[in-house]
């Protein structure tokens, strides 16, 4: 297990660097830069490289990527080029938000999409296919249906019509309800594709499993049909599902850009976002060396609870 | 087949879910008119008014020296002043700082400055060497402030006493009251809190304009109070606040909810009609600013006059704007917008006409068309208007294609010249500023916004000659011959008159939207 632990960090700290290499020289490639950007339409030539020489952009490459790495070992995330805010306050004000709707989302598909896909999954291995279909195509539906129209549909739906959630305001944790309140409806948007997608997912992994000889046994034991498909079939069934959900709340931690656009959420993926589009370089470096960060522990996570539910696995 | 069944009737289901949603969608319109005007801005017990506005954008900060950006320059237009501002109506120059001022011959100007005026947050009086301080600080390198350049015709600033500030300029220019406007370079800082704030000064401005900061969280809400001793009394309104709201549809929707009072522009025809429809107030301004179609004259096609006066015959963009942008746009004649000071009707007028397009392109030794790339960015994509000129431009034998790239970049490309044909919208009160940028050889691209790479001698001497002409009959005149001849050889062909909408509720009244598309929130008030 240490054995292990230390090969992790080995692996983190390779890939991060390697992600904070590839990020800062690829982000320069893009024609553009942060001069330009806040240059925007009216701006001298003359101007615009004296703009350049202060926010440092004209010295050479290799001189701003030691620099850059400097930084990053004094653990210093810096300030944004355009608009002059630290980058680790703005993470540390997004993250808490991003959480907070991906650990929810994360919840409210798990608690739906896992009984509701083994109950599919059920169903299909008794032969009634009219129900299971019901459930796939719904769950198939669902799935397709593109975040930002979702997310559309329910603020006409929820906000609109029923005035039951507002459509904008202050995201602050001053006001826990109106946080809540706020958040709601985003949660609904990832949730419903994230229910579809792992439902889909559990109604197969547990379908082959029930074809398994272990589950026949159980059944020839007299063990009730609950305990047979919730305990023997889905424990068993759990691995690719962990996998997905593991990798799903990856993505959400790093924030949705669209979902977070249409509800005026400040979370991680506007920020990105908003890096990219005034050629921010410390900011989306720093923001993409944070993606790289989550999705590593996130794969240790899910090493781990690997284990948890297949002891066979070693590490 | 029991499959394909079931398939069938969830998607049955589903559409009948949607049609629901559709029709209550509509009903809500009735509902809209409403709360259109009868809710109040006012808080809760305290008898102040609060008015809350859509901000649809990450705001970057509020410092004159290097702010960017409308939306910005909107919240900075109400902190700070200038010597001199714009009439929200007409767009003229009207004192600010300066109560009155002299010039005789376009190059000495002489101002007079007003009397107890007070800065925000306790900062004390304001006086001359505010001015000397602010106007100082934009040339120094070290502030590297892009809009430095604005004052490259200053021979000197000096500030003989407390009320009197004197600028005297390299070579006459009769439009120097623009440069000291509450706008970008002309608006007035406080030595004492650039120096406390430092770095931050962006999010920390102090200004004597109508409205100070109380907050700023730059990723949900911008907060701003009256100042109580603003020179001209304080605002009727007592708080601002300005949320961060980026999608266009959400902001209809909290209008329509009621979350907030103004929504601060809106780009979707759409929308404008959802909140007309409702009976929103449609607060608008016609025509603010023209877009241009730049063609790159050192394209071998583009570069023989015929081909653009062709171009200008064979699309019929007053059409497109009726079309497509009912609301947002409208033909365009000249490359100034008709308020302008020094704007001429008598300039050449190209109707509609694809036989004398025709004609033109075999004159040119065109007969067979050509072909021809439009650069534009990503963000808009290809729009209905691009797709309609093309057809127009199909019928007389010139093909468009079009390139996108996303905005950093074409900005890039469109400074350097690396294209054929490109688009310019400059939001601009001062003639000069549309007339000099796009028609002077100085300011030929990447230097400046002469894209085109427009060089005429002539016009060249007239534009120079009308910045040294006092007499107004004479620079009218002057103006109108420049816009003649940059009409009949079309560097530019201007294509749209802008509109610019913030939507609001009934109660909300003096919404006035300026020529540079901002609002005095000075003059709005909650009924």
Redesign the interface.
Known sequence: MINYTMKKGLQLFVTMFGVLTLVFFSIRL????PA?????????????E??R??LGLNAPLWAQYIEYLKSILSLDLG?TI????PIAG?LL??LPITLIIAVFTVLLSVIIAIPLGTIAAFLAHKGK??LD??IT??AM?VDLMPSFWTA??L???L???L?LF???????FDDPVMFFMRVAMPILVLGLTQIATLARITRTAVLEVLNEDYVRTARAMGTSEIIVVFRHALKNAMLPIITVVGLSFGNLLNGTVIVE????I?GIG??LV?GI???DYPLVQNVILFYAFVFVAINFLTDLVYKKFDPRVQF | MRTWKWGFTCILVLLMFLTACETSGGGSTSEGTQTAGTSSGEAAGSGEKVLKVRFYDDPAGFDPANIFRIENENIAFNIFSGLTTYDSKTGAIIPDLAESWENSDNQTWKFQLRKGVKWQKGYGEFTSADVLYSYHRILDPVTASPYAAEFNNVESFEAPDPHTFVVKLKKPDGNFLHQVANYHQGQIVKKEAVEEFGDKIRWNPVGTGPYAVEKIDPTSEIVLVRHEEYYKGPAPISKLIFSIMKDDATATIALQNGEIDLLMRTNREENLDTLEKAGFKMNRVDNYAVSLKVFNLEHPILSNPKVRQAWAHAVDFQAIAEGVTPNLQMGAANLMPEWMEGYSKNVPIYEYNPEKAKQLLQEAGYANGFKVKNLATSATGVTDQMQLEQEYLKAVGIQLEFELVDTPTFNQKRNRGEFETATRLLPAVNPDMILFSFLHPDNISPKGLNGARYNNPEVTGKLEAVRAEVDPGKRKVLYEEIQKIAMTELPYLPTFGGNVFWPSKQNIDGVVINKLAQVNFYDVDIK
């Open positions: 893009i024609p553009g830069d330009a950007a806040i240059a925007g339409d009216s701006l001298s030539a003359e101007a615009l004296e703009l020489e202060k300030t355009t608009t002059s805010l703005l004000k997004a296919k009219a279909n019901i195509w719904a539906l559309l549909l603020m006409l739906f906000s609109l019509n005035r507002p459509a904008s305001g202050a995201i602050s656009f249409i509800f005026s400040p506007s920020l908003y589009n005034s050629r």
